[in-house]
């Protein structure tokens, strides 16, 4: 398109704001974040505009600080009505203001400092007298998984087999389980990261017998497009407690199966019945129940477990600093050659890894602390 033509500039203004929307995790920019519809709710009960842009030059100063004000009572209302933890207020706020500059153009209180807000955050957090409690979770071990899958689920439901292959390719994959599965705020879209059917693929021999599995998925922790790229994961097709290629070999070619010309489309891990994608909650709950079946106390399960678990098992086989940082996904981006160039360890240490007795599964990563080198926290997810 020619700078000369007429329509060049409406042009350019219809593809930014779709670049700047795309930026967002939820393709809109952010439209759907719970910071910015619970700041329209907290707006409208006042019956006041949610968009409120001023001229960062003509408007008055007392103006400026009547719209820091407001965002002040929204971080009050959010903390001490809603329940919301200080930290998570603060990103609410910078989430509310970026969204609010991609719509008007400028941010909020004509782009004042909020350190008067955050200020008031911190205040709060002293008052509330201790910081948060971090979430207590626990490893799942490969046998307690078996058993409890074993004990719970029927290999002639598709649903059962869903939920307990959906579980053991999280642990040996070490996977996020918004990776797999739909997570909050998120719909079911290919495009954007979605496991389908279409992101698994089995090595076969001569005789057509499956030797291989490869399970891609994206690093949801990646930045920009990267976010989008969805990376092998080589998976055993059988191991001495869970056997992840064969679970999803006996779900997409026999007891879940659909046509090749659907499996794009097709949520990698559903409720055959109404062909939704499984969500977090749901695995999380079904999670609890076999943690339950094996014996073992569901309260600090999640679906991180799996991969708390997973990393866990790799290291106590002997998985290396380096392996597990490139199989976790953790920060650098040393882990994307890595996990190409070492194939055959992977695949020799997650088969051992699905077999492993694991004695201490408490421990959340071994010995993966900071690392300079790396320049990235191993254990830092923020996860369920």
Known sequence: MSVAQPDFLDAFVCGAKAAADAYCADGAGNETHTAVTSWKAFTKTLFLPCLRPLDPVTTPLSTKLEEVDLVRAYAWWRVTQCGTSPPTVRQYVGIINAWHERVTGVYLAASMPFHSVFTMLQGLEVLEGRPPPKKDRV???????RVGIDRLYSPAIPLHVNYATSMEIGHAGILRACEYVRGKRKVFDPSRGSASRADVTFELDASGEAIGCCFHAVNSKAKGVERFRKLPHYLPMDGGYLSPGRMLLYLTEIVDWVPKSERSST???????????????????????VMQAAGRPPRKVGTHSLRIGGATARKFVGGSRRHLM??????SAAYLAYLRQCKAESLSLVQAACGADVDDFANEFFDIEYDPEMRAFAGSDDEE
């Open 139 to 145: 490893g799942c071990r490969p046998r307690d998984l």
């Open 267 to 289: 949520p990698m891990f559903r409720d055959p019945a109404s062909n939704e994608q499984l969500h977090i909650d749901r695995l999380r709950t079904e999670l609890r129940k």
């Open 326 to 331: 490139a199989a976790g996904k953790w920060s």
